[in-house]
């Protein structure tokens, strides 16, 4: 009985596929939605590369002044030894 059953089933034509579009693929574009994507992603790299320069510049900033107070700490401490007898 399985058997039959079995056969029965293998000899059923499969149907045939839905028609496919007619549209080519490489036609076909993300559309509006992934421009929005695209163009969120453009603006939020760009402020954190702005983000990341002024970060960057305040970092030089305050090693020049670092190094600033350093050698006017040198200095003084040159002077001070230099006027001591």
Same mark, same amino acid.
Do not use: A
């Given at each position: 009985m399985l058997l039959t059953l079995a056969a029965r089933l293998a000899a059923v034509p499969t149907p045939s @596929?839905? @028609?496919t579009s007619n549209v080519p693929e490489d036609a076909v574009t993300p559309g509006v939605w992934g421009f929005v994507t695209i163009a969120a992603i453009a603006v939020a790299v760009i402020l954190l590369i702005l983000d990341m320069i *002024?970060?960057? *510049?305040k970092v030089n900033y305050r090693a020049q002044i670092r190094a600033q107070i350093a050698a006017e700490e040198a200095a003084a401490a040159d002077s001070a030894t230099g006027e001591a007898p």
């Open positions: @596929p839905s @028609p *002024r970060r960057l *510049r």
